[in-house]
Nanobody
Framework: QVQLVESGGGSVQAGGSLRLSCAASGDTYGRNCMGWFRQAPGKEREGVAVIYSSAGTTYYADSVKGRFTISQDTAKNTVYLQMNSLKPEDTAMYYC??????????????????????WGQGTQVTVSS
């Protein structure tokens, strides 16, 4: 079992930046894929970004491409989501998740949430206009 703890959420004005962190512990062996998801009130959960740890390959949702960057520090078992040029529509609860997924299974698309077996508790991001 993998335990994931997110941090770094908060309230910012539009155009601002935040960096989310996701610290993993427990049985992380073989979990080669880390993703960030978000869910706004009344909306479905959506994938934001994914990183495949072995090659550091990253993919993003179109809505955040060019503004968000996912990265990892393998020594710390931590994944980050740097969010720049934030917009009010980025307001949501952000979750990180871990999975074991073949890096070529989904190509350049984000793996669906049902592929992930471990989830964090979430961290709230609120962007005001």
């Amino acid at each position: 079992q993998v335990q994931l703890v997110e941090s770094g959420g908060g309230s910012v004005q539009a155009g601002g930046s935040l960096r989310l962190s996701c610290a993993a512990s427990g049985d992380t062996y073989g979990r080669n894929c880390m993703g960030w998801f978000r869910q706004a009130p009344g909306k479905e959960r959506e994938g934001v970004a994914v990183i495949y740890s072995s090659a550091g390959t990253t993919y993003y949702a179109d809505s955040v491409k060019g503004r968000f960057t996912i990265s990892q520090d393998t020594a710390k078992n931590t994944v980050y989501l740097q969010m720049n040029s934030l917009k009010p529509e980025d307001t949501a609860m952000y979750y990180c998740a871990a999975a074991t997924i073949g890096p070529f299974l989904y190509g350049a698309t984000l793996p669906p949430d049902y592929e992930y077996t471990s989830w964090g508790q979430g961290t709230q991001v609120t962007v005001s206009s």
